[in-house]
């Protein structure tokens, strides 16, 4: 079993945020794959599937982001799962607009949905990095991650969505650069 953890913050009026493409990505991939019903248990929502063969539990903390760690870490003690069964898609400042990159491990960048995973958990858990881009200067950051994408990025923020989603395969199966390359492709003009 593996859990899947979308960081975001509860609520409408956060629903399309750039802090909460995690979220979004739970959803799509849920529905892409017809996981079962929305549950709430480890100070979250769950969906339960499966892609393949592999077992996913899909989780939105709803301890808002900056308790994210609350959340995952009580979900991966209930199964008895390591840090090595942890997925956690987050946004990116460091990484442009829908580009979508793996990796395990490393900082946190001044993200508090890792920030409160890491203190949780320890830094060794598999990040997938949803871009979202930099405002340009650090003084737009917040309002920019805290903000609604815009009308002109909905299409290119869908496709993207879809990709992640129809790609999942490759993340459950643990090849990584795979994903992230049929991502890539799908993501082509």
């Known amino acids: 079993m593996q859990i899947w953890a979308g960081l975001g913050n509860p609520g409408a009026q956060y629903a399309m945020h750039r802090h909460n493409v995690g979220f979004m990505v739970a959803d799509a991939i849920a529905e892409v794959h017809g996981f079962g019903a929305v549950k709430k248990q480890f100070q979250g929502w769950t969906q339960e599937g499966r892609i393949g063969s592999t077992r996913i539990l899909l989780l939105k903390p709803a301890t808002f982001m900056n308790e994210s760690g609350r959340s995952i870490g009580e979900a991966l003690r209930f199964y008895k799962l390591g840090v090595e069964a942890l997925t956690v898609f ?18 946190t960048a001044g993200h508090n949905g890792l920030r409160s995973t890491d203190q949780h958990l320890g830094p060794e858990f598999r990040r997938v990095r949803l871009g979202i881009g930099h405002p340009g200067h650090k003084d737009r950051v917040t309002g920019y991650v805290l903000g609604n994408y815009a009308k002109a990025e909905i299409e290119p923020l869908s496709d993207m969505l879809g990709a992640v989603a129809a790609e999942a395969k490759w993340l459950a199966e643990g090849d990584d650069v795979r994903f992230m390359n049929d991502v890539a492709l799908r993501m082509q003009p």
Do not use: W
Request: charged share 35%; proline share 6%.
């Open 90 to 107: 987050h946004d990116e400042l460091d990484i442009a607009p829908f580009r979508v990159k793996v990796k395990t491990g490393g900082g």
